[in-house]
């Protein structure tokens, strides 16, 4: 068996208040799946009220990066 490491960051941290389908979400667990072939790296989500359903988020950047605004 190989031994595979990765370094990720989380835009989210449990506890969060997201915008998720027009509604506000709490997130409850986060789940990271690391991928050994392609070395690709996701992060699901559990919201407060849905148990043990996990979502993939696309996070929109609506105000822009510092360079874009610079």
Known sequence: MKINAFNAKCPFEIG???????????ITDIMCLHYCKSGKVEFRYEFHNIPNKYAQIEIIDVAGTEEQNA
């Open 16 to 26: 969060d208040v997201i915008h998720v389908n027009g509604s506000l979400r709490k």
